[in-house]
């Protein structure tokens, strides 16, 4: 059964940080492409930042460039989102997506979400 699990969310005043972890399961995770998405109230889902299968590249949005880094360990299965200096308009729910091949075919997997909020 294919599983990703999100952790890490919270409250956090603006210019902190938090670090979200995601833990995969039932699939191959380090043949993935991984990635980070966030939606707010009232806005579509949008990618935050992406890591290739051996995370030999990244790409991020411009609005979190230089704040933010994925990261993964294929040992244990995680990806990261490390976020600094966060901002208010950060304040969202983050989901992690896994890309993968198998057999030519092509898999998608979200994790459930977790609610990041920057106030003070």
């Known amino acids: 059964q294919v599983q990703l699990v999100e952790s890490g969310g919270g409250l956090v005043q603006p210019g902190g940080s938090l670090r979200l972890s995601c833990a995969a399961s039932?699939?191959?995770?380090?043949?993935?492409?991984m990635s980070w998405y966030r939606q707010a109230p009232g806005k579509e889902r949008e990618l935050v930042a992406a890591?290739?299968?051996?995370?030999?590249?990244?790409n991020y949005a411009d609005s979190v460039k230089g704040r933010f880094t994925i990261s993964r360990d294929n040992a244990k299965k995680t990806t990261s989102l490390q976020m600094d200096s966060l901002k208010p308009e950060d304040t969202a729910v983050y989901y992690c997506?896994?890309?993968?091949?198998?057999?030519?075919?092509?898999?998608?997997?979200w994790g459930q979400g977790t609610q990041v909020t920057v106030s003070s």
């Open positions: 039932g699939f191959a995770f380090n043949s993935a492409f």
């Open positions: 997506n896994a890309k993968w091949r198998f057999f030519s075919r092509e898999y998608v997997s």
């Open positions: 890591i290739t299968s051996a995370g030999g590249s990244t």
